[in-house]
T-cell receptor, first 113, second 114 residues
Framework: AQSVTQPDIHITVSEGASLELRCNYS??????LFWYVQSPGQGLQLLLK??????LVQGIKGFEAEFKRSQSSFNLRKPSVHWSDAAEYFC???????????FGTGTRLTIIP | SQTIHQWPATLVQPVGSPLSLECTVE??????LYWYRQAAGRGLQLLFY??????ISSEVPQNLSASRPQDRQFILSSKKLLLSDSGFYLC?????????????FGSGTRLTVV
């Protein structure tokens, strides 16, 4: 069965600092990987996704993620966070033909001035 | 382009009252449709998903039901709400075609049962 682990429940970073959110997955087939962001009271917005090819993918809002098959990881990064990045971040895994994505439990990001 | 609409945005209902949340998708045909719930401070719980009209799978047995009367319409219902039904409900659609694979979420409904 597929699973996603986001080991950090809550992360606090200073505005302007770099950010890395961790995501580890377990999946028997070649995974399709996603990062979503949820602002308070809002739905989830897709930040980026990885299907194949270049293992470093660029997303919206200056985010990027790197797929590392050997480590079963898909960590999200941003070189310099802004106060507006404060939100909940979800990693998800799926595969073509699989009707459902499996989500991690989320990481809440707090930005301090 | 595809859009997903979910309503109402907020709802306050008394215990024992019925519930109907609606979700519609535009700009695509035969989408997969999903209902998720988020309890306060918790992750996403898949409630129902549908791969076609009248084809609905229930993930968690509970006080809720779902229906898909039209290809792009997905309804979440309850006959009698419980306090534990409070939460943030999200509808999503997915296209299994490679280029569009993945979920697109609606803006959510905040349900408070009092």
């Amino acid at each position: 069965a597929q699973s996603v682990t986001q080991p950090d429940i809550h992360i606090t970073v200073s505005e302007g600092a770099s950010l890395e959110l961790r995501c580890n997955y377990s999946y028997g087939a070649t995974p399709y990987l996603f990062w979503y962001v949820q602002s308070p009271g809002q739905g989830l917005q897709l930040l980026l996704k990885y299907f194949s090819g270049d293992t470093l993918v660029q997303g919206i809002k200056g985010f990027e993620a790197e797929f590392k098959r050997s480590q079963s990881s898909f960590n999200l990064r941003k070189p310099s966070v802004h106060w507006s990045d404060a939100a909940e971040y979800f990693c998800a895994v799926g595969a073509i033909g699989n009707e459902k994505l499996t989500f991690g439990t989320g990481t809440r990001l707090t930005i301090i001035p | 382009s595809q859009t997903i609409h979910q309503w109402p945005a907020t709802l306050v209902q008394p215990v024992g009252s019925p519930l109907s949340l609606e979700c519609t998708v535009e700009g695509t045909s035969n989408p997969n449709l999903y209902w998720y719930r988020q309890a306060a401070g918790r992750g996403l719980q898949l409630l129902f998903y549908s791969i076609g009209i009248d084809q609905i799978s229930s993930e968690v047995p509970q006080n809720l039901s779902a229906s898909r009367p039209q290809d792009r319409q997905f309804i979440l219902s309850s006959k009698k709400l419980l306090l534990s039904d409070s939460g943030f409900y999200l509808c999503a659609w997915s296209d299994l075609a490679t280029s569009n694979y993945g979920y697109t979420f609606g803006s959510g409904t905040r349900l408070t049962v009092v």
